[in-house]
């Protein structure tokens, strides 16, 4: 009998088919992983399972007994724990109340009883937590242990996890599977979603494939090689690999000297001595869990904060104290983390938004817009940039975070930046739109434009990137050629150990990195001894 | 100036306060929930005005009360409908309450203008009434002024201890959330601003039936916005608010402290001074930046709708 | 229970953010009717009464005119505000400044003669509502103060100050103790456009104001950085568009305007400084500019149907005898209802799909 069973689930939204006659099975005791691309349908489902969103079609089997979720308490008293994506915590309370309040009224009723749990529960799994601290003290990791700790209170049967790791640095990644190891050992089912490849094969004993809203296949990661996976991910015509040769920058281009800065918001990282420098030619990659800095530095790189006026340089100019579109003038193009809310005005018009960096050059004259030159633009940027959208007219929310994406680095490109730098480039991004978007940063290094990525996807960084380093804790590890640094090392960075001599015989893997950068690969490194410096 | 006087202020001072504290904490509560109500005044007017006609029709004061809060629940519904269940302009819809509030009860008390009724009178504790000074200024206030230290007290208590006011600060934190763990994000908003109408309507009592027995257009003069400022003022904590519905009452009674002072000063200048003391306290509160923002309702006046 | 549900559209419909004000409209006549209805009125006699009856002659739209004129200068100063998300309720306020400003020069000016007596108190009308919008704007800018809140407060010590003069200073020592001021002068008098109505040029102010800001918001960069600003404060961020120096502009604009059309109120219809110079123009400039989606023409029909309010609830209290707080009440109601019909824009009502009972999925033995 299996723990869990769906049958034909099938769930449509305007526009959409999220999920179609989806069918999965989960013993108790086992690693499942449901693997697919941004956008295959996999969050839809497990908001199914849970009982946020109801399927339109299909049935559910829990422990054998044809069940409909009504809601996410009873899938709770079921047994079913659930850790989002994006954690659905309180950061104005501690703790412990965050876990009071998802937990049934009777099993809350002394707060000091469930601390003393808490506490328990929390070390019996490694994931020690202090439940007297507010949510917003908490690293991102340690929030995403206040999540686990809050299903593991209830005793959980089926555990689903989604995309847990793109927010943890290699060496947590490595803890949080050897708790789910142990809950599994313990007959807990695990439903593990991911799009990494690597990951999956290291932990999980089963895995189905979902592709566009359907079951693509079902497999044992372990006996499937990397490359069988990525096919059933991403269908046949999609190129696998991506080879990037790498670059020597030429000129500096981007200088930061020393910046140290404490923005007035109480939840704002503080940045400490921060010095880098960008080539033209060349991309720079910073790696880094969310949290750590990076919104604050880029804020400071594009002029959306300002600081002392010569601690930013744009080819030795001091910007500093200038505000974006002085910067802009200067050669900035700037991609930020948030494309709906700040990249691109969600009701506004894609024609709109083409003007919303596009202001300074020849769209105004005197104040004036010229609408035809807007138009043009425009056009310009969805024909160039394979942008799918109902036209120039089409409303920025009305298209797909991919779409989007391509249009928002499309207007930046098309500008002809000297300097352009990227927040999280295709986080969210379906696959063909992701390869366009990291060959259009590569060719547009090739033409000697100096770039800068800040992302969490450390596969896409060594992908791209030239140069690499790692934020922790608002401080810049050194800055290395790509091919010289480990993916240990650059855990190690992300964790603030910046002096860590790594001695690992992994090292010699680096010119696998260099020559080919596979599909989600390369392998990530099992055998670390150190758990490296967790907050 | 003399010390009966002195007393006299102080009592009535708590008099002044009274409506302020209700519909201040009616609308903390609201917006600790995430929703933002802009229609105290209409509601205030409407509690007002029915509770008035109730008390004259009826005869008795006490079902005018009961008339008075059902008033401002019933607007508080229509509120809730638009901006919770159809996801309005919480802005908007807030004035469109104001507006649509005062028209309706000057509408409907119309006809009650410049009637007289007996109204609540004090109820002074017994012994407690008879001490030199406090007894007056605290004791021997009408049932309505004790009832708003208790609901004080109630809320206090609430957000402080219980389950409910954590479900309620979560769902004004983070609807998205409190939805994803199964709390009913629209109930609760239901809830919270049916708590605020029932409030503003009591407080409308006050005015027409307790504070001066009577019926105009227009008579709660602002303080609707005024206990709006308040729970700014207050950081949304149920104990400022009392001191700041305290102060707000003292400053709106300052005709009263300079006539004991010997001074005489033009009407219309003294009654600007209670709206110039809320510009003053709003300027106050928004210059520490840092410590507002952590403690305003993080999802305070965004429309939210669960996506099933 | 309703067999139906919201569903977020994956695009705002066009379409229904032009009926939607048409559908406020028709359900506030419903309303109405139901209102006189349960009155004990004929519901349609008292619809006429209401809207028609004050449009029958010329000299009935003349009257339409002298009110839309300050209700289109207030509401195109507070669709700057808005369309900046800049919550500006200060209106009322800036309109009874601009009318006690002006005013005041006017009643300086008595004895004054030459045709630049006119401009001059008009001018100080704009300046002194300008005035009252630019400390909206320094409590914002400079000390974060929420604009909702100062604005009615300054509203309420507005009006205090107005009262205050026409008790006091300003009052006509040969006016039998009335609390208002004499009557302007000739020179500082709008003139009318004809001997035999009330009509007078403010009319034109309000439509040049319609047409400038019309081409501001469409054509130039300026009205784009101030749609940005109120669409999405980061993207105006990360443009590099300055917020300060935009919350300044609309607030100020507006103040101007409706600092304008106070001024033309008392040295027009009014002919003086009284307690009620303003019926709550300010108030239901706010209407005017929701009702009228926040676009210049839509705003002058807006106009006209509020100004119809005003006139409606006249009618009203002399033919049949009902309270003039009807002309709110109407004002209300329509506001509500647009914005319950907004709803239609972002959603559509799609019948709820069919509860699922054991019986109606798959033959678990074919999976």
């Known amino acids: 009998m299996n723990q869990i069973e769906l049958h034909n689930i099938t769930k449509r939204y305007p526009g959409c088919i999220a999920n179609q006659a989806v069918r999965l099975k989960v013993d108790a005791g086992e690693i499942h992983a449901l693997l697919g691309e941004n956008g295959a349908g996999k969050s839809t489902l497990m908001k199914i399972i849970y009982g946020v969103v109801k399927p339109d079609e299909g049935t559910m089997f829990w422990q054998g007994q044809e069940i409909s979720v009504k809601g996410p308490a009873h899938a709770r008293e079921l047994g079913i724990g659930m850790v989002f994506q994006h954690f659905s915590l309180f950061e104005t309370l501690t703790v412990a109340e965050n876990i009071a309040l998802s937990l049934p009224k009777e099993q809350a009723k002394s707060l000091e009883l469930l601390k003393q749990r808490i506490i328990e529960v929390s070390e019996h799994y490694g994931m020690k937590l202090d439940p007297n601290r507010y949510v917003h003290s908490l690293s991102i990791g340690e929030q995403q242990r206040v999540e686990i700790v809050r299903c593991l209170l209830q005793d959980v049967k089926l555990l689903i996890l989604d995309e847990p790791t793109s927010v943890l640095t290699p060496q947590e990644v490595e803890t949080l599977f050897k708790t789910l190891h142990l809950l599994a050992a313990e007959g807990c089912s695990i439903l593990f979603i991911s799009h990494k490849l690597d990951e999956v094969r290291a932990l999980c004993d089963h895995a189905t494939i979902l592709k566009a809203g359907q079951v693509s296949g079902h497999c044992i990661p372990k006996e499937t090689t990397t490359e069988e996976l990525a096919r059933l991910m991403v269908g046949d015509d999609t190129p696998l690999t991506e080879d990037y040769k790498k670059a020597e920058g030429a000129k500096s281009f981007l200088s930061i000297v020393d910046l140290s800065h404490q923005s007035d918001d109480p939840f704002a990282c503080a940045l400490k001595n921060i010095s880098l420098e960008v080539k033209a030619g060349e991309i720079l990659g910073i790696a880094g869990v969310a949290g750590n800095g990076q919104e604050e530095l880029l804020n400071l790189i594009s002029g959306e904060d300002t600081s002392a006026k010569e601690t930013v340089f744009f080819a030795k100019k001091a910007v500093g104290n200038l505000t974006p579109e002085k910067r802009r003038i200067l050669g900035l193009g700037f991609v930020p983390e948030e494309r709906l809310g700040r990249g691109a005005v969600p009701d506004m018009s894609l024609q709109d938004n083409a003007l919303l960096t596009g202001y300074q050059g020849e769209l105004t004259k005197n104040g004036l817009i010229n609408t035809n030159k807007v138009k043009a633009f425009a056009q310009n940027i969805i024909e160039k940039f394979n942008v799918k959208a109902a036209g120039i007219h089409a409303q920025a929310k009305s298209l797909s975070g991919g779409n989007l994406q391509k249009y928002i680095i499309g207007r930046e490109i098309l500008q002809n930046p000297k300097l352009l730098v990227c927040s999280h480039p295709t986080w969210g991004v379906d696959i063909g739109a992701a390869i366009l978007i990291r060959h259009e940063l590569v060719k547009l290094r090739d033409e000697g434009c100096a770039i800068l990525v800040v992302s969490e996807d450390i596969d896409e960084l060594y992908s791209i990137s030239d140069r690499i380093c790692a934020i922790c804790d608002g401080e810049l590890s050194p800055l290395a050629a790509t091919h010289d640094v480990s993916i240990n090392q650059l855990g190690m960075w992300m964790a603030g150990d910046f002096h860590a001599v790594n001695n690992d015989s992994k090292l010699a893997n680096s010119s696998e990195l260099n020559s080919s950068s596979e599909l989600n690969s390369p392998a990530t490194n099992n055998s670390a001894e150190s758990e490296g410096a967790i907050k | 100036m003399d010390f009966e006087l002195f007393t006299n202020i102080l009592y009535a001072t708590l008099r002044t306060g009274t409506p302020l504290i209700l519909i201040a904490l009616g609308e903390m509560v609201c917006e600790k929930s995430g929703v933002l109500n802009l229609g105290q005044e209409g509601m205030v007017l409407m509690g007002a005005a029915l509770g008035f006609i109730a008390a004259v029709v009826t005869g008795h004061a006490g079902l005018g009360i009961i008339a008075a809060i059902l008033a401002g629940m019933l607007m508080s519904v229509l509120f809730a409908f638009l901006a919770v269940t159809l996801v309005s302009n919480q802005v908007a819809t807030g004035l469109a309450l104001t507006i649509f509030g005062t028209g309706l009860s000057g509408f409907l008390g119309a006809g009650y203008v410049g009637m007289a009724i007996e109204g609540i009178a004090p109820f002074p504790i017994p012994f407690l009434s008879d001490i030199p000074v406090i007894g007056k200024v605290l004791f021997s206030h009408d049932p309505l002024v004790y009832f708003s230290w208790f609901m004080f007290a109630l809320i206090f208590w609430c957000f402080r201890s219980t389950r409910l006011g954590l479900t309620i600060r979560a769902v004004g934190e983070n609807p998205e959330a409190a939805n994803a763990i199964g709390i009913p994000v629209m109930k609760v908003r239901y809830g919270a601003i049916l708590f605020g109408g029932a409030m503003a309507g009591l407080a409308g009592a006050y005015l027409s039936l307790v504070y001066t027995p009577m019926w105009s257009e227009g008579m709660s003069a602002g303080r609707g916005w005024i206990a709006l400022a308040l729970v700014v003022f207050a950081s949304w904590k149920a104990e400022r608010i009392l001191l700041g519905a305290y102060l707000f009452g003292a400053a709106s009674i300052m005709h009263l402290v300079l006539q004991g002072l010997g001074f005489e000063a033009s009407p219309n200048l003294l009654a600007m001074l209670p709206y110039g003391a809320t510009i003053i306290v709003l300027v106050i509160i928004a210059s520490d930046a840092a410590k507002a923002k952590l403690s305003t309702p993080l999802a305070l006046g965004q429309p939210y709708r669960p996506q099933v | ?367």
């Open chain 3, 1 to 367: 229970m309703l067999n139906i549900t919201l569903e977020k559209r994956p695009s705002d419909s066009k379409a229904m953010s032009y009926l939607s004000p048409l559908f406020a409209i028709i359900l506030t006549l419903i309303s109405g009717g139901l209102l006189f209805t349960s009155l004990g009125q004929d519901p349609f006699h008292a619809l006429y009464t209401f809207f028609i009856a004050p449009l029958t002659d010329v000299y009935g739209w003349t009257e339409l005119g002298v009110k839309v004129a300050p209700l289109t200068l207030c509401a195109m100063g507070l669709m700057l505000c808005f369309k900046a998300r800049i919550w500006n309720i200060g209106a009322e306020g800036q309109f009874i400044l601009g009318g006690l400003g002006g005013g005041y020069i006017a009643l300086e000016l008595m004895d004054a003669e030459g045709i630049w007596v006119l401009p001059l108190v008009l001018l100080c009308g704009a300046l002194s509502g300008l005035f009252w919008g630019a400390v909206t704007a320094l409590l914002k800018t400079r000390f974060g103060a929420n604009e909702i809140l100062t604005t009615i407060m300054l509203n309420y010590i507005a009006l205090n100050w107005l009262l205050y003069g026409v008790h006091g200073p300003l009052k006509d020592p040969d006016g039998f103790n009335f609390p208002e001021s004499a009557l302007f002068s000739d020179f500082a008098t709008l003139p009318v456009l004809s001997d035999d109505y009330r009509l007078n040029i403010s009319i034109f102010f309000a439509l040049f104001a319609v047409a400038v800001i019309w081409a501001l918001m469409s054509k130039t960069l300026l009205g784009f950085q101030i749609s940005v600003l109120g669409e999405d404060k980061s993207a105006a961020r990360f443009a590099g568009f300055k917020e300060e120096r935009l919350i300044w502009f609309v607030l100020l604009a507006c103040g101007a305007l409706a600092g304008l059309a106070g001024v033309s109120e008392v040295t027009g219809s009014v002919g003086q400084l009284n307690p009620y110079i303003s019926p709550g123009y300010g108030y239901a400039a706010i209407i005017v500019a929701f009702l009228g989606r926040m676009h210049p023409v839509g705003i002058v029909f807006a106009s006209m149907l509020l100004a119809l309010t005003y006139m409606g609830g006249e009618m009203a209290q002399m033919d049949l005898g009902l309270p003039k707080s009807l002309t709110g009440l109407f004002q209300g109601m329509l506001l509500f209802y647009l914005l319950a019909c907004d709803l239609l824009i972002s959603y559509r009502i799609v019948r709820k799909p069919a509860a699922r009972t054991i019986s109606s999925s798959s033959n678990p033995a074919q999976a």
